[in-house]
């Protein structure tokens, strides 16, 4: 069983940056798969990022260029960095990873971004 915590969330301006943190409980070092999603009120959840074996990244594509997922197997972590920030990126920010064919979530961390 592995837990994931979310952390760095918080308010921020447009045009703004912040780094979310997950962090789990034991090593990611065997997963091949690491994402961030997103959740708004009253929609579904959505891909904003994964990260794959072998460093392979894939961005939704209105993120790209703003967004930039990255891991750190040492500190058994996977980041996102988040740039020039818009009000349309406010939501609940979850990370998910994958191990030994098992999915694993975190309970989110919110975003709001003000105009």
């Known amino acids: 069983q592995v837990q994931l915590l979310e952390s760095g969330g918080g308010l921020v301006q447009a045009g703004g940056s912040l780094r979310l943190s997950c962090v789990a409980s034991?090593?990611?070092?065997?997963?091949?798969?690491m994402g961030w999603y997103r959740q708004a009120p009253g929609t579904q959840r959505e891909v904003v990022a994964e990260?794959?074996?072998?460093?392979?990244?894939t961005y939704a594509d209105s993120v790209k260029g703003r967004f930039a997922i990255s891991r750190d197997n040492a500190k058994n972590t996977v980041y996102l960095q988040m740039n020039n920030l818009k009000p349309e990126d406010t939501a609940v920010y979850y990370c998910?990873?994958?191990?030994?064919?098992?999915?694993?979530w975190g309970q989110g961390t919110q975003l709001t971004v003000s105009s």
């Open positions: 034991g090593s990611i070092d065997r997963s091949n798969f």
């Open positions: 998910k990873i994958i191990l030994a064919s098992y999915q694993y």
């Open positions: 990260i794959r074996s072998g460093g392979r990244t």
